[in-house]
C-alpha cells in the first residue's frame, strides 16, 4: 500500500471565503463551524465567508479559522475518498498546522485543540503588540547565506532565521529595526528577492517569548494522547509520541525556528512516504513540496 502523509497548513494561507463552500455542501464541515461558534464566543463561518479581510488576517482570528477550515477539508475527503484517509500514514503542519496534525492524528481532542489555538493566537499577537518586530522572506539563497545576513543586520537587536521552507526560501524574524536593515543587505549578498511581510509581528523568535508561559498554562490542562501516525515536529523534523515532549514541543516552536524543509526531508527520505496531500486553504505547501522534490505527488484539499 502506498505510503501517504497529510500536510496541514499555517497562517498566512487564510483567504475571505474559505470554508463557505464546505460548510454549504457537507454537515460534517457545518458541524465544525457551530462546534466552533460555541467555544470561541463568535461566528468564525461568517467571518470566513464574509471577512473583512483585516479581521480574518489578525492572528487572534486567523489561526482558528485556518484550524477548522483544514479539518473541515479533511472532512470532505473523508466522504470522497475515506481508504486514503484511513491509511494515511503519518502527517505534518507548518507551525499552526502541527495543531491540526495532532488533532487528525488523534493525540488532542478537536475542543481541545480549538482552545489551545485561541489561546496561542491571542498571546501571540499580546506580544507582538509589545514590540516592533515583523518577518522578511529572503529567496534565492541558501541558510549560510541568510544566517550571515542576520549576523550583519542584527546589530544589537533580535534577528533569527525563522522558517526554514525549501530550498531558496527562508523567512527571517525579528526587531522591526533589524528586518529593516534585511532588504538592502540581502539584495547585496545576491538575494533574487526580499519580501517584508505582512504579519502581526517576530514569530518564531525569543520575541514571543511573553506567549510561552500562557501556552505551557493552556497545553497543561490538555490530555494529551500518543499519536496513532507520526507527527513530525516544526522544532527537530522528528516524530514523538510522549505527551510531555508534545506539550515541550508545541511550546518551543513559538520561539524557535520551523524546520520545514528538514521535516519534508525526514517524510520522504528516511520514513518513505509515496505520495502526499495538502489538506486545508490555500497551496503553499505543495508548492513548497516541489522546490524539495519537484517531481513528488501531491494533491490539494482545499477549503
Known amino acids: ?16 471565503g474559505m470554508g463557505a463552500a464546505l460548510a454549504a455542501s457537507l454537515p460534517q464541515a457545518k ?6 461558534a460555541d467555544i470561541l464566543g463568535y461566528d468564525l463561518l461568517q467571518l470566513c465567508t464574509d471577512g473583512p479581510a483585516e479581521k480574518l488576517n489578525s492572528t487572534v482570528y486567523s489561526q482558528p479559522a485556518l484550524f477548522v477550515c483544514s479539518l473541515a477539508a479533511l472532512e470532505q475527503l473523508k466522504q470522497d475518498s475515506p481508504e486514503v484517509v484511513e491509511s494515511c500514514s503519518a502527517t505534518a ?3 499552526l498546522g502541527e495543531y491540526t496534525a495532532l488533532v487528525f492524528a488523534g493525540a488532542i481532542e478537536f475542543e481541545a485543540g480549538l482552545r489551545l489555538v485561541q489561546t496561542r493566537g491571542q498571546a501571540m499577537q499580546d506580544a507582538a503588540n509589545a514590540a516592533a518586530s515583523g518577518m522578511v522572506s529572503v529567496l534565492g539563497l541558501d541558510r549560510e547565506q541568510v544566517e550571515a545576513i542576520c549576523d ?55 520575541i514571543m517569548e511573553p506567549a510561552v508561559a500562557r ?28 505527551a510531555d515532549e ?53 494533491k490539494s484539499v482545499t477549503a
Open 1 to 16: 500500500m502506498t505510503k501517504t502523509a497529510f500536510l496541514f497548513p499555517g497562517q498566512g494561507a487564510q483567504t475571505v
Open 31 to 36: 458541524s465544525l463551524f457551530d462546534r466552533a
Open 93 to 95: 503542519g507548518l507551525s
Open 152 to 206: 550583519q543586520a542584527r546589530g544589537d537587536e533580535v534577528l533569527q532565521l525563522a522558517n526554514l521552507l525549501c530550498p531558496g526560501n527562508i523567512v527571517v524574524s525579528g526587531s522591526q529595526a533589524a528586518c529593516d536593515r534585511v532588504p538592502a543587505i540581502a539584495e547585496a549578498a545576491g538575494a533574487m528577492k526580499v519580501i517584508p511581510l505582512a504579519v502581526a509581528g517576530a514569530f518564531h523568535t525569543p
Open 215 to 242: 501556552l505551557r498554562a493552556a497545553l497543561a490542562e490538555v490530555e494529551i494522547s500518543s499519536p496513532r501516525i507520526p507527527v513530525v515536529s516544526n522544532i527537530d523534523a522528528r516524530p514523538h509520541d510522549r
Open 246 to 298: 508534545i506539550r515541550s514541543l508545541l511550546e518551543q516552536q513559538v520561539v524557535n525556528p520551523v524546520l520545514w524543509e528538514d521535516s519534508m526531508r525526514w517524510l520522504l527520505d528516511d520514513f518513505g512516504i509515496e505520495s502526499c496531500y495538502e489538506i486545508g486553504p490555500g497551496r503553499v505547501l505543495r508548492g513548497l513540496l516541489k522546490r524539495i522534490a519537484r517531481k513528488f505527488p501531491c
